[in-house]
């Protein structure tokens, strides 16, 4: 089922829903475009049925898609954004945004008391945009991305 996303997006026909097999093939299009090093199509596959695999939909068109999920580590519950994306063409409209909100209530639905993501060193507008949701970088880890970059580990409380 399909819900209006309020806040950002709204009235412009923006829904966030979660994926379907259907998506897929989109999500792999975006994914491609986004980034240097994308995911294949099976490690989305793998994520199908998992309700922190989101999908935006804007003007009937999949524009954008988000990947989380929960795993209990030292005692905690911790949440943990493994990819988000928004299509090129989509970019600056609040898609991220309306993902972001989305992902985080969804984990803390499930149980998350916090939420870390990586997110390569030089991607400002994606730095930025998690510091707007409260993500504080925790820590650096060197050559964490194949072409050896450093990855920013972020992370922040969810209450
Ligand atoms: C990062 C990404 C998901 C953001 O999605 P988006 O729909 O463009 O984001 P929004 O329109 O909701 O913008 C939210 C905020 O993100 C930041 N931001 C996003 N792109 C930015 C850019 N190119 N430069 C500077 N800030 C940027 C801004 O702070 C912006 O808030 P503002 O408009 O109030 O300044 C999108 O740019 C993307 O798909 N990038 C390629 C993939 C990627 O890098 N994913 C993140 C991996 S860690």
Redesign the pocket.
């Known amino acids: 089922m399909t819900t209006p996303v309020s806040g950002?997006?709204d009235g412009n026909g923006l829904s966030i829903r979660p994926a379907e097999r259907a998506d897929l093939l989109a999500v792999v299009r975006?994914e491609n475009?986004?980034?240097p090093q994308p995911w294949p199509y099976d490690a989305f596959e793998r994520f199908l049925g998992e309700p922190g695999f989101l999908i935006?939909v804007r003007g009937g068109e999949i524009?954008?898609y988000?990947i989380s999920d929960v795993s209990r580590t030292y005692g905690r519950q911790l949440g943990h954004?493994k990819?988000?994306?928004?299509?090129?063409d989509?970019?600056?409209?609040?898609?991220?945004?309306?993902?972001?909100r989305r992902t985080l209530a969804v984990l803390a639905a499930h149980g998350a008391d916090s939420v870390k993501?990586?997110?390569?060193r030089s991607?400002?507008?994606?730095?930025?945009?998690?510091?707007?949701f409260g993500f504080e970088p925790l820590r650096r880890v060197p050559g964490y991305y194949e072409n050896g970059e450093d990855a920013i580990v972020m992370i922040r409380k969810l209450d």
Do not use: C, M
């Open positions: 950002a997006g975006i475009e986004s980034f935006a524009a954008g988000a954004l990819d988000i994306a928004v299509h090129p989509h970019r600056g409209e609040g898609i991220g945004t309306a993902l972001l993501l990586e997110a390569r991607n400002e507008g994606a730095k930025r945009l998690y510091r707007q």
